[in-house]
Structures are given as C-alpha cells and as structure tokens.
C-alpha cells in the first residue's frame, strides 16, 4: 500500500515499532553476514527467481529504509508480505524477528529461550556441539554428547555451582566509587591538586616537641605556597588532604577485600564443578 492512506497508517506507533524493528534487524542480519544491498537482491533472485533480475540494489534500499521518507518526503512502506517472507526465507529467520514480534531469530529458539531463561548464542552453542557443528568433539556420536549435557543439567549440583559462579562474576570493585565520592565532594581540580601534593604535608603528633612543631609549620607553608594555595583556601584544601588520604587506605583495604573474597569464590567454584564431574565419571580408583 502507498499513497496518503498508507503514510496515515505508518504513522500508527504501533505500526511505527514494526518499521524500525525492521530496519534495524535487516540491516543487522546483512552486516552479521557480509552482505550488501546487490548481495541481499541476487540472493533472493537466485532461490525464488531462477537467477532473473527480479529484485536490483534499487528494490533493496527501499526495505531498508522502510518507513522513513524518500526523496520527495513519502513514506516508504513495507515490503509486499510474499516478499518478506522471502528475505526472511533467504536470511535464515522467522518474519516475527524481523519485525520485531520475537526476540530470537526463530520462534523455536525463542520458545526455548522463554522457557529455559537462557539466550539465544548459548542455545545455539548447545545444538553446535549436539550436532557436531564444532571442530574438536570427544563423543563418538551425537547422542553421547547430548547425554553429556544432559547429565550435567540435571546434576543436583549444578544450582550451587552456578550461585557460586555468579558470585565471582558479581564480585563488586567499589574502589572507583570510593574515587568518584572524592571528587563529587571537593572538584576534579582541588582534587588532583591535593592528590599531588599530599604526600608532602607533615602531621605532628600528639608529644612532638615545640622547636619541631615550628618545622612542620614552616614545612606545611612551603607546600602551600608549592601548591598555590591562598589562606582562603587551605581549610578546604586540607580536607581534601585527609580525604585523599583516607580514600587511599579504604582503596587498598577494597583491594585485600576483592583478593580474598575472590580466592574463596574460585575455590568454591572449582569444588562445586569438581563434585559435579565425580558425581557424572566417579573416580575407578580408590584413594
């Protein structure tokens, strides 16, 4: 359909999403395969058309642009429904996945990928290696290797050892937010200029004679004027001081925090995995 009644209903939003679905997975399917506009159109020429000039590079550009306007600002529709069927056919997907009704590219693995909550490249991964689509397999046959992931699904332990996967995958870095807290309280700049100089500034203690409290003064002044801080600004500066400080000593204390915490994940990890393997291939020797 073209002409004023279609620009009206391409104006529809839900007719709008359809359109940019389309778009934006045609375009998507054509760069994942290499292909250009001439290759989508001898495609289709050559399965559907006995390789006649049906479809040009000119036919093309029009799907892709579906429901945008063209030269002399028409909406350009949809593809006839027998032809899109066709791209769909030569592209390897459901129509659904092309207009966005479906997330997976099939409605086969988009009922598997409701059901299971696993995505779709991980499903695919699955019937490669059932249906030997890789080149290093150990199963004699295909039925050994769909056996094999079987077994593993259903092992009793395979929810531990994905919780304890997931843990060391979320292991949480707070050290840039211990950073970033820094520098949203006193400025990139106060910060950078604290941060350099810093480890300059002397902190007397508590029984430090009077004679040295006067060098530590004199010191610190130094550093000052080395800093180019004005007397205005010195309490905020020296905040930042201590805050700098600080933010260090809690980032080191992070950094022993994540080592730690991902020692014991990994080795949870690996005993959860290890008792999965022996409860699939027990051990033949005794210990």
Not at 21 to 26: G, K, M, V, Y
Request: aromatic fraction near 8%; charged fraction near 30%.
């Amino acid at each position: 359909m073209s002409g004023p009644k279609a620009e009206l209903l391409q104006q529809n939003e839900v007719v709008k999403s359809r359109l940019k679905s389309w778009r934006d997975n045609l375009l998507g399917l054509m760069r994942e395969r290499s292909l250009t506009q001439n290759g989508l159109a001898e495609l289709i020429n050559n399965r559907f058309y006995g390789e006649s000039d049906q479809f040009t590079q000119k036919n093309v550009s029009a799907w892709v642009n579906a429901g945008l306007p063209d030269r002399k600002g028409h909406v350009r529709p949809f593809p006839k429904f027998e032809i899109m069927l066709q791209i769909a056919a030569v592209l390897e997907v459901d129509l659904g996945y092309l207009i966005g009704d479906i997330e997976c590219k099939t409605y086969k693995a988009q009922d598997a990928h409701e059901y299971t909550g696993i995505e779709e490249s991980a499903l695919e991964e699955v019937r490669k290696i059932t249906h030997f689509e890789r080149k290093y397999h150990l199963g004699e046959s295909r039925g050994s290797n769909s056996a094999m992931i079987s077994e593993i699904l259903k092992s009793p332990i395979l929810p531990e050892l994905l919780d304890e996967m997931a843990s060391l995958a979320q292991l949480n870095d707070k050290r840039d937010d211990i950073t970033e807290a820094v520098v949203a309280e006193y400025g990139e700049e106060l910060v950078n200029r604290a941060l350099r100089y810093c480890d300059d500034f002397v902190a007397p203690g508590p029984d430090t004679p009077e004679e040295e409290l006067h060098e530590v003064e004199a010191i610190n002044e130094a550093v000052f004027e080395s800093a180019g801080v004005s007397p205005e600004e010195r309490p905020r500066f020296m905040e930042a001081v201590k805050a700098i400080s600080k933010a260090i000593d809690d980032c080191y204390d992070e950094e022993n925090r994540l080592v730690r915490d991902e020692s014991a994940s990994r080795y949870m990890v690996q005993k959860r995995f290890g008792e999965i393997v022996e409860l699939i291939a027990p051990s033949r020797f005794t210990k």
